[in-house]
């Protein structure tokens, strides 16, 4: 996701989410659940399984893991433009469901790649979580056991890859700018005391300090060169990313050709060489097929200025904005941001009473007052919740709820009716129900004996937080915000706040951790990101995207000739937030033979909030709606 919804808070550190190891407990808890609980011993033991068991290497060597899934790490260049001796090594972390056929198959499509945003956020997570889904849309619909004999033009079916960017989750070094996992939780849980921005009087002048002193501290060690790992500060902006992108594209590419002879096994002489051709490694010259989410789509505009030629298939969901990404502004995020609360008020005017805890006599404006009298009234009386069973007692306060709101405008089918029902029970002074939901989403770390002997930032101790995100937006800004003054940043504040009454607070606490980041990457790409990619790119939006608005598709569209925009007329951010059949027909068809839909195509959603289904599936579609509908539902975890 765009910064937010991945940490669940946006502009506050959140407590660690990773207490079990460097898999999030919900993908976890979501393998576990799949794999009929046969899963709890592997993946529970240990902080770093299956991870510490692989080597890194030059090739891609893949293990099988998390159940139907296969995992390596492949070892490249800390410093892409360093040929000199001894230059310091990453461990990308990579993730792959395999095909439905073999790569001897005349059938396979390739290696699909889906990036999720962040930046900061787990391509691993996120490929456990819903690459069976990605892999259901993109591949034929025609059952693989039903051979196709025409082989110009069969069906096709793909791999998809997950990926950690460098200094994220499990690709290491890991990055972090706190000396042990403990003392980010106890920063965190200042932070959280303190309140977002807008949330008192104190609140701005509090947090600018904190996150000054927060990025100075990491800037300054990252300068000291005191670990050696720690020069990866200077290398995790985006275009040293995409040249970890084409070198896994050539590994696989070696990968693909290996493979194949060793499977072709004793076969005519006719069918292995035609094998041999169709897979045969394209040194320099292997393809991208790739689908990018949230900051994944900046991502694939930086692939696709800097490697053209690459890009066989390239969908773009989701679109942040290159150019205001690369000056490290954020101002072309919220313009759509505050009609989504507006159709949650009018969903649930037509859902009813049975359907939207909110609802209220009097139509849509009587609804918008109550939730906008709920959250006001929390500002200066928020809701103590005394102890009860296994719940401890708590405050409920008002930047929970904008949180809360903040997370719910990314996911609304999946978040809608609990905001409306923590919102019901607020308006009462009850919050009990928010309290229990708050406290299940909290956890903190349990380091093993080993790390809490260990020194401060040792490198097999390093736990995966949220610094990560301004570690990579801030080089990508370079130094845009970096010295800027108190009362400069509080107007920029003030004119995110004008854009979006919900999310403005919020937003500008994003690059408030770039105030006092004195780190410059070595490389980077500052743009024009425009040009002419080899194939054009399908760029996707939804009408009302908190983050992404439409517009910012149109204006991506306009910069690569030949990419058409495809919308869907929903709320949410990205495709997988609403399920849309329309839509997956199209990015199946552009996958399959390369066909885009025509300019100006709106999808019509299969579901809306609170309602429920209200366009049925054609014949045969049945499958794939419920596994949209299911991920629309665990899209933020």
């Known amino acids: 996701m765009l910064v937010g919804a991945a940490l669940l808070v946006v502009g506050r550190w959140a407590a660690s989410r990773y207490a079990n190891g460097w898999t999030s407990n919900s993908v976890l808890d979501y393998v576990k659940s799949t794999g009929g609980g046969q899963m709890v011993k592997p993946y529970g033991l240990t902080l770093t399984e299956p991870w510490s068991k692989i080597t890194p290497s030059k090739e891609l060597e893949y293990h099988d893991c998390f159940g139907d899934f296969q995992c390596a790490r492949l070892d490249v260049p800390m410093d892409w433009n360093n040929t000199e001796p001894g230059n310091l090594r990453v461990g990308l972390a990579l993730i792959k469901l395999p095909a439905r056929v073999p790569v001897t198959d005349h059938r396979y499509g390739g290696l699909l790649w889906v990036q999720i945003g962040g930046p900061g956020s787990s391509g691993i997570d996120f490929t456990i979580k819903h690459g069976k889904t990605y892999q259901m849309i993109v591949d034929s619909g025609i059952d693989p056991s039903i051979d196709d004999i025409d082989i110009h033009n069969s069906p096709k079916y793909y791999d998809i890859l997950g990926m950690d960017p460098r200094g994220v989750n499990n690709t290491t070094p890991r990055y972090s700018c706190f000396p042990t996992a403990s003392l980010r939780d106890i920063w965190s849980l200042q932070s959280n005391a303190q309140g977002m921005i807008g949330s008192s009087d104190n609140a701005f002048d509090n947090l600018f300090e904190r996150m000054k002193a927060l990025s100075e501290g990491c800037s300054k060690r990252f300068a000291s060169g005191e670990n050696a790992e720690d020069r990866l500060g200077f290398h995790m902006n985006t275009s040293p990313v995409v040249a970890d992108m084409v070198e896994v594209l050539e590994r696989h590419g070696q990968w693909r050709e290996k493979k194949a002879v060793a499977d072709i096994g004793q076969s005519s002489e006719s069918y292995a060489t035609a094998v041999k051709e169709r897979t045969k490694w394209q040194k320099g010259e292997e393809k991208l097929l790739y689908w990018g989410l949230s900051y994944g789509t900046v991502l694939g505009a930086n692939f696709a200025t800097m490697q053209p030629h690459r890009i066989e298939r390239a969908v773009i969901d989701g679109v942040a904005d290159a150019e205001d990404f690369a000056r490290g502004e954020w101002l072309t995020n919220l313009q759509d941001t505050d009609k989504i609360v507006a159709k949650f008020c009018e969903y649930c005017d037509e859902a009813g009473p049975e359907k939207c805890a909110l609802y209220t006599e009097g139509g849509v404006q009587a609804i918008s007052n109550k939730f906008e009298d709920t959250v006001n009234s929390l500002y200066k009386n928020p809701i103590g919740v005394p102890a009860a069973g296994s719940m401890a007692p708590d405050l409920i306060t008002y930047s929970d709820m904008m949180e809360t709101i903040g997370q719910a405008l990314y996911a609304p089918i999946q978040v809608f009716p609990n905001l409306a029902k923590l919102l019901n029970d607020l308006s009462n002074r009850n919050g009990t129900s928010f309290a229990i939901a708050k406290q299940a989403s909290q956890r903190v770390s349990t380091p093993s004996k080993e790390c809490l002997d260990a020194p401060p930032y040792a490198p097999g101790c390093r736990t995966p937080g949220p610094e990560t995100q301004p570690a990579i937006a801030c080089t990508d800004a370079n130094f845009s915000t970096y010295g800027m003054s108190k009362a400069d940043y509080k107007a920029y504040a003030d004119e995110l706040r004008r854009q979006s009454r919900w999310l403005g607070d919020l937003w500008a606490g994003i690059r408030m951790k770039c105030v006092g980041y004195d780190v410059k990457a070595k ?103 419920e596994q949209l509908k299911s991920d629309a539902r665990s899209f933020l975890g």
């Open 523 to 625: 490389w980077r790409v500052p743009g024009p990101f425009t040009g002419q990619t080899a194939k054009p790119m399908l760029i996707l939006g939804t009408y009302f995207d908190p983050v992404t608005p439409l517009r910012n598709a149109h204006a991506m569209a306009s910069r690569w000739p030949g990419s058409v925009v495809l919308a869907s007329d929903s709320e949410g951010h990205c495709m997988i937030s609403s399920p849309n059949l329309c839509m997956a027909r199209y990015i199946r068809k552009y996958f399959q033979t390369g066909e885009m839909p025509p300019g100006g195509t709106v999808c019509e959603a299969n579901e809306r909030p609170f309602i429920g289904v209200t366009k049925a599936p054609e014949k045969g579609e049945e499958a794939l709606l």
